[in-house]
């Protein structure tokens, strides 16, 4: 069971996500998708830094936000660098609704779907929606199961529980 994080309770380790611009709309967006999210704290860049940062005074530099009482910051830091699918948040969802909601949730505008559960949402971050029963199924001491339920998932983009529930089976 997760532990709600405490007001003043600073996380050893933070994931921080570079933005060209758009910081806010994407931590508005991910907090509006999962319970137990919030955004915390916003700052904003100061005039002092205008010609250094290349921002202009008060646009916002990083939300702090939390998704699940996981905490994350982003920054809006220019073209200096970009997210990539090198890096994704891998999402454990009990059901098929779930799965579905997510994957709705996160396709909504644009996105690139990629095969085994993965997607590239509108704000370019990379996500793994998979059943927490995958985990289960690939590591099951029989080599045989677990090859047939690896070929099943390979043919998919959204990962679908019933064909992986057959596989499994061997149906």
């Not at 405490?6 to 907090?31: C, D, M, N, R, S």
């Not at 200096?80 to 009990?94: G, K, N, Q, W, Y």
Request: glycine letters at 4%.
């Amino acid at each position: 069971m997760k532990t709600p994080v405490k007001k003043g309770h600073i996380k050893k380790i933070t994931p921080f996500l570079w933005y060209q611009k758009g910081a806010e709309k994407a931590a508005e967006f991910y907090v509006s998708i999962f319970p137990n999210s919030k955004i915390v704290a916003t700052t904003y860049y100061p005039k002092e830094t205008e010609e250094v940062s290349g921002m202009k005074a008060w646009w916002v530099m990083t939300v702090d936000f939390e998704l699940e009482w996981m905490s994350f910051t982003a920054i809006n830091g220019g073209p200096t660098f970009e997210l990539s699918p090198a890096i994704s948040f891998l999402v454990s969802c009990e059901d098929q609704k779930e799965i579905d909601y997510l994957w709705d949730k996160l396709t909504s505008d644009w996105w690139q779907e990629i095969e085994c559960g993965w997607l590239t949402d509108k704000f370019w971050l990379s996500w793994q929606i998979i059943p927490r029963i995958l985990g289960e199924y690939i590591t099951d001491p029989d080599p045989v199961k677990v090859w047939r339920v690896m070929w099943e998932m390979l043919k998919m983009k959204k990962i679908e529980i019933a064909p992986l529930v057959k596989a499994y089976k061997g149906e």
